[in-house]
């Protein structure tokens, strides 16, 4: 199922449902899916930073929030910018961002069950190997 088609578009609002469905895809791992409500719980509390928004200054972050965006930036959900600009006196002053990866988060959003039952299967692929196989000789 496609939630979106034009990755490129700079009106593309990305929804709760969305980015739950990539967080809920991004972290799940075979012997523990995360539940779609945890996933939309994060979702929710991400997308309260950035509104209609996809950039927010990482200042605004509380540490326990700043954790979740590194999470986060580790699935490719998140990216990080920086701005640099000369203060009147001299000095260097770095301002640092955090976007969403709109084009990570819908690919992420619209992995499809076989890619999820292919992965496991190529997971689990030692299993099914006979225990002579295992003996050494």
Known sequence: MAYMEDVESPELVITIDVLA?????????PRRKLSLEEAKMTAEHILNFFGYGDRIIDNMLEPE???????????GLLKTEREETTLWDGREWRIHYWLLNKERILSLANRSQETEEREEE????????????????
């Open 122 to 137: 190529i997971e689990n692929i030692y299993n099914e190997l006979p225990d002579d196989v295992w003996m050494h000789s």
């Open 21 to 29: 469905r990539a967080i809920q895809n991004g972290l799940s791992r």
């Open 65 to 75: 929030d700043r954790d979740t965006f590194y999470i986060l930036e580790d699935l």
